[in-house]
Structure formats: structure tokens, C-alpha cells
């Protein structure tokens, strides 16, 4: 694409964008459009269309087959509207049935089971001390709003919100079969038990350091947090049999629950749990519900409208179905070549980075060995996966029953499977993000990076862009997932994903002041409005840094070396039009900086960008070279 170079010394990111900015639409049904976003709607547009073949053909059987058929049952509005409130009236009644902490006792696990409300979030995942085995994690349930900073005094948005929240609820209330009264009075109370919990949970920053999730309980030291409700009990249900410990991820939440479940505020618990089944319940019901139940995330991200059915349809038989939606969309839009393909692209990045790590100027002998070591052992997951999960097998839509009973007899077998794999080895090679989904991750507690088919398409990759090109995106994105691993949160992790030190004293506060170099090129940037959270971004900013660097180094190793090609294909795939809310939402709870901010600031760490556009002195996007932060 054709940019002027002039422009760039201004500003990368408008330079490559700003003409696409003009006259991008953000869609009424979403609060962004963009690179990513562009994709997902082509991918949604494609599918959608797939749909709706299999439902005129008939000709598709098994697992897509049930997720065909659950396509089709949430597109029955006409069928939902003469049901009504009444499936969601008999979960309602047996919360209401409740009248103390011991009531609820008795109804506790299958609650969880069923994906009620619970004051304690229990998950499994790999022990992050002993990654081969499955652990039992605990953590406090999520706030009304997003973050616990919304609650601060001063916090413009705190009322506003709340605001939207009162009004959503009496409506959905109302649709669930409650008068003004009772709907005020279970609002009134949901809020009250919501602000126990505000002082006692994690903020999203908090949340972003790893290591403070791994604080491993004994199960009597867990059981003695409560004396009200039995812990011990809901989690032996759970799992089967007696844990030996407990992995809690937020002690002072579990510290101060036995002041929160008290009788003296069961009213409130019971209305908390009221509230928040009606509000994540009712959009299975009628479409004027499924409307109204979607106003205050509305609110939140600035988007106009609900999503039409059929999308709406689409999305919930691929939630429900997304490894099986996935492997359909893999193979028959990506295939085993393009796998393979990239799969090699992956490898060669690794090797670039052990080129790096090994070369490291930095790190002690012994330090660079184990980083080295733990790339060797990185695993890799391209495209799609070699095999589906049999779960999925079991997941038979009942045409006899309305949508949410379906749905609720779904996550009761997804549920008991999930805790069923408690005490278990890990199942490294699991996929857990959908073939079908433009993104990309890194686990810590499996050392795996992951690079679903979605995401493998212009502008990140495609056989019609230049090697550079590639490089400057999907190389970048592959060399960022693997760069994860030696974040400030991934280098915590050894090569089999135990949290384990294996850093020199003095290698780490080498990589702590590096660290902190990131948080402040970042941390407090103006940016709609409210400023940029150095602390919580950082993880992201480092893997970006990296990303970035090792992507340069891989496209230099190419006989058709384009540096400006590569630098621009970068700011182009972070190319984002979005709703003030929806980026000021971002600033506060996500991980990731702005991605303006991602294109911009990252390019000035790394002097190739200076030399490819003759960015000097007193140019804007000029940065002293003492200035620019590099780690891997």
C-alpha cells in the first residue's frame, strides 16, 4: 500500500490508517471495527451462510450436526415468544425457595453445576506448581461493574453506570414476573451484597500479576475460612473426593467471607443471586428481553444495538460448539498445507529467538541456559486441532424443551466434565480457543502457544503479501506469544509451566529494571480521555517489544527484505475505530494497551524504524536512543 513517508515521521499509525479512519463504520451491533474486527465479520458472514445450508440441505450430521440444531432453536423466536418467561421461572423458583445459608448449602454444587451464581468461583486448572496434574483453583465471584476501581469515590462513571444497571434490571424483572416492588427491593439488595464484596476482590492490575494467583490452602485451612457455609463440602461434591489443597487465588476475599455469608445478609446474597440469574438468563427468552438484557454491556462499550437473530443464533451454537464449529471452519478455510506451512513460519521464530536468548548480552551463563532450554520445550498448536474432544458427542439438543433448558443441560455436562478432570494429568494438546477465533495466546502453565486458523489471513499473512510484510504481522504476532513466555508474568514459569525461579538474583533485577523501563514508556498516556496503566499493561507492552524485535530479525534473513513493508503492514493490523466507551472500558480493565499506542510506541524501541524512514531529531515519532526500552 502506498503511504507517504512524510507522514510517518508524524505519526505511523495515522499515517498507514488514518485515510481507512475517515470513512471506517463501526458497526450499530459492536463498539469497534478494524483489523481484527474486519476479519471476524468476514469469518461470521462466511459461516452464518454455512448455516444456513446445512439447515436447507439437511446434510450434516454428529456434533455440527446438535450445533446445527441449536442454531435452529435459538432462531425460533416465535417459539420463544409463546414460551415466554416460564423456563427461566422455574430456575427462579428454586432460588426463591431458599430461606438461609443452609438451604442454599444443600443446592450449592448443583447451582454451580448448572451455572447459577456462586460466592465462590471453583475452576480447574494445571497446578502452577506441579503442571503435569489438574488443581482446584478458588476466587470471588465478578462485581456488578467491571473493574473495582469503578467503585472508587470520584470515578465519573460509577453512578452513570449503576444508573443503566437499575433501569436494565427493573425491566428484566418485570419480564421474569416481579413487581416494581419486589424488583426495586432485589436490586436495592444485589447492590448492597455487590459492595461486601468491592473491598475484599482483585482489580483488573492486581489481577495481571500471575504469581500473586498460586496461594495454595490445605483443605482444612480452606474449610475454616467460613463457619456459616461449608467449603469443604461444595468442594468434595465437586470433585469427587477429599483435595488435598486448595489454590486460592484471592485470600482476601476468602479472609473476609465468613463477614460476607452471614445470615444477617442472606436476604442480600439470595437477591444478588436473583438479580444475576435474571440478568444473564433472560436473553434466552423472548427478543424483546434479549434486547433489553444487553443495555448495560451496551452502555459499557458504546454499541447502538443488540446483534440481529441470525448473528445472535450463529454466535451461541458456535459458543456452545466452538472446537467442533472451529475444526469444520480449519479444515475446509485454512487446510493441512497453510498448517504446515505456518507451523514452519512458528518454528523459525523460535529459532530467531534462540538465536537471541542464546546471544544475550544481559542474562548469566546459567539463566540463558534455562531460557533456552524452556524454548526447546515450547509446544505448538496451528490452524486446528488433529482431534475434537468426545465431550462434544454428549451435547444432544432437545428439541422438546426451550432453548434455555438446553442450555442449562449443557453447561451441567461441560461443568462436571471440567471437574472431573481435578487430580488428573494435564491434556497439554487440548485446544481451548476455537479454530474459528481471530486471536492468539500463550498459556503459562503449559508453555504452549496457540495460533488458531482465524487469525492466519490477510493482512497478518498471506501468500499474496510480501516475506516482510508477513513478518511485520503474523511473524510479530507468533514472535509475541512466544515472547509471553519470557514476560514478566511467563518468566515465572519454567519449561513445563511450573511456577518455579529460575532466574540469578541479579538476572532478575536486570529484568525487573528492564520491566520497569515498559511500565514507563507507557504509564500515563492521555488517551480518550483517561490515561494508560503502565503497571497493567506490561505484560502485553514487553511481548509486543519482543514480538516486534525478533520479527525485524526474521525478515532480514529474507532475500526480499522490504523494512517499510514490514513496519507498515505492523500499524495496519492495528488498525482500530471505537467508541469512546468502549476504549476508556479497555484502559481500565485490559491488559493490552490502545492499539494505536501498540503501532506506535513499540516501533520507536527499535532503530531500524528511524533509519527506513529517515526519522530524525525533532520529528515527532523520534525517541533519543537512551530512551528506547529493549529486552528480548
Known amino acids: 500500500m502506498a503511504v507517504n513517508n512524510e507522514l510517518i515521521k508524524d505519526d505511523l ?58 442454531y435452529q432453536l435459538a432462531l425460533d423466536f416465535k417459539r420463544r415468544e409463546s414460551e415466554g418467561n416460564a423456563p427461566l421461572r422455574a430456575v427462579l423458583q428454586r432460588i426463591e425457595a431458599l430461606n438461609s445459608l443452609a438451604d442454599y448449602q444443600i443446592n450449592w454444587a448443583d447451582f ?13 486448572d494445571a497446578d502452577m506448581k506441579n503442571a503435569t496434574v489438574n488443581a482446584l483453583f478458588a476466587a470471588a465471584p465478578k462485581l456488578i461493574l467491571p473493574d473495582k476501581t469503578y467503585y472508587e469515590d470520584g470515578n465519573p462513571q460509577k453512578e452513570a453506570l449503576f444508573t443503566v444497571y437499575r433501569s436494565m434490571m427493573e425491566k428484566l424483572l418485570k419480564g421474569a414476573g416481579y413487581n416494581a416492588a419486589k424488583a426495586t427491593d432485589i436490586i436495592d439488595q444485589a447492590i448492597s451484597f455487590d459492595a461486601l464484596l468491592v473491598p475484599n476482590v482483585k482489580s483488573a492490575e492486581e489481577s495481571a500479576d500471575y504469581s500473586k494467583m498460586y496461594n495454595p490452602q490445605t483443605f482444612a485451612e480452606f474449610t475454616a475460612h467460613s463457619q456459616t457455609v461449608d467449603l469443604g463440602a461444595v468442594a468434595k461434591q465437586l470433585v469427587g473426593a477429599e483435595p488435598e489443597k486448595i489454590i486460592v487465588m484471592e485470600p482476601k476475599y476468602f479472609e473476609a467471607i465468613a463477614g460476607i455469608l452471614t445470615d444477617a445478609h442472606f436476604a442480600e446474597f439470595k437477591n444478588w443471586m436473583i438479580a444475576k440469574t435474571v440478568a444473564g438468563l433472560s436473553g434466552y427468552l423472548t427478543d424483546e428481553l434479549r434486547g433489553i438484557s444487553g ?32 475444526d469444520y471452519y480449519g479444515r475446509k478455510y485454512f487446510g493441512e498445507e497453510a498448517k504446515n506451512d505456518v507451523h514452519q513460519m512458528v518454528e523459525k521464530m523460535i529459532s530467531v529467538y534462540q538465536s537471541r536468548l542464546t546471544n544475550n548480552t544481559w542474562l548469566g551463563e546459567s539463566t540463558r541456559e534455562k531460557a533456552v532450554l524452556k524454548l526447546s520445550k515450547l509446544g505448538i498448536q496451528v490452524g486446528f486441532p488433529d482431534k475434537v474432544n468426545s465431550l462434544y458427542d454428549r451435547l444432544i439438543v432437545d428439541n422438546t424443551q426451550p432453548l434455555l433448558t438446553n442450555l442449562l ?47 492466519l489471513q490477510a493482512p497478518f499473512y498471506s501468500l499474496k503479501q510480501s516475506s516482510s510484510a508477513n513478518y511485520g504481522g503474523i511473524g510479530s504476532v507468533i514472535a509475541h506469544e512466544i515472547s509471553h513466555a519470557f514476560d514478566n508474568n511467563g518468566s515465572l514459569f519454567d519449561e513445563y509451566g511450573n511456577l518455579n525461579n529460575w532466574w540469578t538474583d541479579e538476572d532478575s533485577k536486570q529484568f525487573k529494571n528492564k520491566a520497569q523501563q515498559m511500565i514507563d514508556q507507557f504509564d500515563g498516556i492521555e488517551f480518550a480521555g483517561q490515561k494508560v496503566n503502565g503497571k497493567l499493561t506490561v505484560s502485553e507492552n514487553i511481548a509486543d517489544a519482543g514480538g516486534l524485535s525478533c520479527a525485524l530479525e526474521a525478515a532480514k534473513s529474507e532475500a526480499d527484505l522490504d523494512t517499510e513493508a514490514f513496519f507498515i503492514n505492523w500499524a495496519k493490523i492495528w488498525r482500530m475505530k471505537a467508541t469512546e466507551q468502549y476504549m476508556q472500558l479497555l484502559l481500565s480493565i485490559d491488559v493490552h494497551a490502545p492499539a494505536k499506542l501498540r503501532a506506535n510506541v513499540q516501533v520507536q524501541n527499535l532503530d531500524d524504524f528511524f533509519t527506513t524512514f529517515n526519522i530524525k531529531s525533532g520529528d515527532a515519532m523520534f525517541l533519543d536512543e537512551g530512551e528506547r526500552v529493549k529486552i528480548w
Open 13 to 70: 499509525y495515522e499515517a498507514v490508517n488514518g485515510e481507512w479512519i475517515k470513512t471506517a463504520e463501526i458497526p450499530a451491533d459492536k463498539p469497534a471495527t478494524g483489523g481484527f474486527n474486519d476479519l471476524v465479520d468476514d469469518i461470521d458472514k462466511q459461516m452464518m451462510q454455512d448455516f444456513n445450508d446445512f439447515v436447507a440441505k439437511g446434510n450434516v450430521s454428529g456434533a455440527l450436526g446438535q450445533s446445527v440444531e441449536l
Open 295 to 326: 443495555e448495560y454491556s451496551r452502555s459499557l462499550s458504546g454499541s447502538k444495538e443488540p446483534m440481529k437473530q441470525q448473528k445472535y443464533a450463529y454466535y451461541l451454537a458456535k459458543g456452545e460448539f466452538d472446537q467442533v464449529v472451529g
Open 409 to 455: 443441560a449443557f453447561n451441567k455436562i461441560e461443568t462436571a466434565d471440567m471437574y472431573s478432570k481435578w487430580n488428573q494429568p494435564v491434556e497439554r494438546d487440548r485446544w481451548e480457543m476455537s479454530a474459528a477465533t481471530v486471536n492468539a495466546y500463550y498459556h503459562p502453565f503449559k508453555n504452549i502457544i496457540v495460533f488458531p486458523a482465524a487469525i
Open 112 to 124: 454451580i453445576l448448572t451455572g447459577l451464581p456462586s460466592p465462590v468461583n471453583f475452576d480447574i
